[in-house]
């Protein structure tokens, strides 16, 4: 099914794998979008069908203490990540399971986000991705 995924958190400038939301079908790592801070001032968000990943979208921006938006979008089996205002290039995923299963601040797997959450946004349809990138400005 069709989603949006809105979601603006505070970092502090260090550590990494901060995880800021995690949407599996069912728990199962193998099959999940996930986005997450990978260093002080890069997020990602990356995508596992049957434990094959692909690179949604990589943003860098400042580093420091910073608040991050990020959003992600779901339109058939058509994916576009947007952090910041920049959206990636849409990455076509086929086979991907009905994610049906969202944590929030964490991941299936149990690490944490270093940092707080100032808002969340879930839509049961897809956004434009100029939608998409106004949101997360």
Avoid: C, H, W
């Avoid at 199962?28 to 690179?55: C, D, G, H, K």
């Avoid at 860098?60 to 339109?75: D, F, L, P």
């Avoid at 089996?77 to 205002?85: I, L, N, P, W």
């Amino acid at each position: 099914e069709d989603f949006t995924i809105g979601e603006t958190v505070n970092f502090p400038d260090a550590g990494t794998g901060n995880i800021i939301f995690d949407l599996t079908a069912g728990g199962l790592v193998a099959n999940r979008i996930i986005a997450s801070r990978e260093a002080s001032n890069q997020v990602v968000a990356t995508a596992n069908v049957s434990n094959a990943t692909t690179t949604l979208g990589t943003v860098t921006g400042k580093g420091g203490v910073r608040t991050v938006s990020v959003g992600v979008r779901r339109k058939g089996s058509v994916y576009t990540v947007a952090v910041d205002g920049v959206a990636t290039a849409p990455v076509t995923l086929a086979g991907m399971p009905t994610l049906n299963t969202l944590t929030i601040g964490r991941s299936a797997g149990g690490s944490y986000l270093n940092g707080s959450i100032r808002r969340t946004l879930l839509l049961p349809y897809a956004i434009t991705d100029a939608e998409l990138v106004e949101m997360t400005r």
